[in-house]
């Protein structure tokens, strides 16, 4: 019975020792990961900090490629916001017919105040429009000789800002057209469709504008890296011949890659910012002559994230293009 209760203890301190030398070997092939990472991208900081007017010439060049496509969203999201402040002034206006009965009436603007689409509604009688006419010009001459108000009654409505857009317009102005009570309907809002437009239209050319900076980042950060590997070119053959595999060479490149793309999505935020302060207090003196406090807007917190993130995938991608490329051939 006690040999029998020693194999079992044997067996499980066996266990134990082999979860022990498990766990180490785990640890110590995550320290030695965390090791060459940190030892990788302490060498590729100082083959940046050893050529300081190259790289800031490159990082410089980088950060103005990125800072148009950029500059331009922002001030595509400035008219968005301007757009949608001005939308929530636009107001359809359905004339009621005249021979229009009161709950029929009635009826429609608790539809539209049940509407989830619109904002607001208000109901102008005949009596309340014509009082509105003559406190905003002298009609009393031209009434007199009236024998009755000749003005219908009216339900405005103001959609909200959701539901502004020219498509979400019309659909509300062909349900309004086909109300047995509304006479005609008007919107007067031209000018903030062509705001539309012109909006989705940059939209796009940003899209294009950025694919084609974005190109021109990749290049750029591929053959500046080219360049510091053939320099390096001595350092490579020696860490080859000891052993030194292609991730290990690889690795260093990135982490280049990585600080150009990072530092130049630095830059080009702080380039962006400054011209967008340099131009906020003309465009808040142009907006105050239309009565408006319109502001331009900086990119908020998750637009800076987006930038340096793209920044630093960009980097990645050329750095990672060059050096297969130059291990390919090696």
């Given at each position: 019975?006690?040999?029998?209760?020693?194999?079992?203890?044997?067996?499980?301190?066996?266990?134990?020792?082999?979860?022990?030398?498990?766990?180490?070997?785990?640890?110590?092939?995550?320290?030695?990961?965390?090791?060459?990472?940190?030892?990788?991208?302490?060498?590729?900081?100082?083959?940046?900090i050893c050529t300081p007017v190259a790289s800031l010439l490159t990082i410089a060049v980088i950060a103005i490629a990125l800072s148009l496509p950029v500059g331009l969203y922002v001030l595509l999201q400035n008219a968005k916001y301007l757009g949608e402040?001005?939308?929530?002034?636009?107001?359809?206006?359905?004339?009621?017919?005249?021979?229009?009965?009161?709950?029929?009436?009635?009826?429609?603007?608790?539809?539209?105040?049940?509407?989830?689409?619109?904002?607001?509604?208000?109901?102008?009688?005949?009596?309340?429009?014509?009082?509105?006419?003559?406190?905003?010009?002298?009609?009393?001459?031209?009434?007199?000789?009236?024998?009755?108000?000749?003005?219908?009654?009216?339900?405005?409505?103001?959609?909200?800002?959701?539901?502004?857009?020219?498509?979400?317009?019309?659909?509300?102005?062909?349900?309004?057209?086909?109300?047995?009570?509304?006479?005609?309907?008007?919107?007067?809002?031209?000018?903030?469709?062509?705001?539309?437009?012109?909006?989705?239209?940059?939209?796009?050319?940003?899209?294009?504008?950025?694919?084609?900076?974005?190109?021109?980042?990749?290049?750029?950060?591929?053959?500046?890296?080219?360049?510091?590997?053939?320099?390096?070119?001595?350092?490579?053959?020696?860490?080859?011949?000891?052993?030194?595999?292609?991730?290990?060479?690889?690795?260093?490149?990135?982490?280049?890659?990585?600080?150009?793309?990072?530092?130049?999505?630095?830059?080009?935020?702080?380039?962006?910012?400054?011209?967008?302060?340099?131009?906020?207090?003309?465009?808040?003196?142009?907006?105050?002559?239309?009565?408006?406090?319109?502001?331009?807007?900086?990119?908020?917190?998750?637009?800076?994230?987006?930038?340096?993130?793209?920044?630093?995938?960009?980097?990645?991608?050329?750095?990672?293009?060059?050096?297969?490329?130059?291990?390919?051939?090696?």
């Open positions: 019975m006690s040999g029998f209760f020693r194999k079992h203890a044997r067996k499980h301190r066996l266990a134990i020792l082999a979860a022990a030398l498990r766990r180490d070997k785990k640890k110590n092939f995550l320290l030695t990961y965390v090791g060459r990472h940190f030892s990788a991208a302490l060498t590729s900081l100082d083959r940046l402040n001005l939308d929530r002034g636009t107001q359809i206006s359905l004339y009621i017919k005249k021979n229009a009965e009161a709950s029929d009436i009635k009826e429609l603007v608790s539809k539209y105040q049940n509407d989830f689409k619109i904002a607001n509604v208000r109901y102008i009688s005949a009596e309340d429009g014509l009082v509105e006419l003559q406190k905003s010009i002298d009609v009393t001459n031209i009434l007199a000789e009236l024998k009755e108000n000749p003005l219908p009654a009216v339900v405005v409505i103001t959609p909200k800002p959701a539901f502004s857009a020219p498509l979400a317009v019309e659909n509300l102005l062909n349900e309004a057209k086909a109300e047995s009570v509304v006479e005609m309907v008007r919107v007067d809002r031209v000018w903030l469709e062509r705001l539309y437009y012109i909006i989705n239209l940059g939209k796009q050319c940003v899209l294009a504008l950025f694919a084609l900076f974005a190109i021109s980042v990749i290049l750029i950060i591929g053959n500046t890296i080219r360049l510091a590997m053939q320099n390096a070119r001595t350092e490579i053959s020696v860490l080859k011949l000891i052993g030194a595999t292609d991730a290990y060479v690889r690795r260093q490149f990135l982490y280049t890659g990585f600080y150009y793309g990072l530092l130049s999505s630095m830059l080009s935020w702080v380039i962006v910012t400054g011209t967008l302060l340099w131009l906020a207090e003309p465009v808040r003196r142009l907006a105050l002559t239309y009565g408006s406090n319109f502001a331009l807007r900086t990119l908020d917190w998750h637009g800076i994230i987006f930038l340096w993130g793209i920044g630093v995938f960009l980097g990645l991608c050329g750095a990672w293009l060059a050096v297969g490329r130059h291990l390919r051939k090696n």
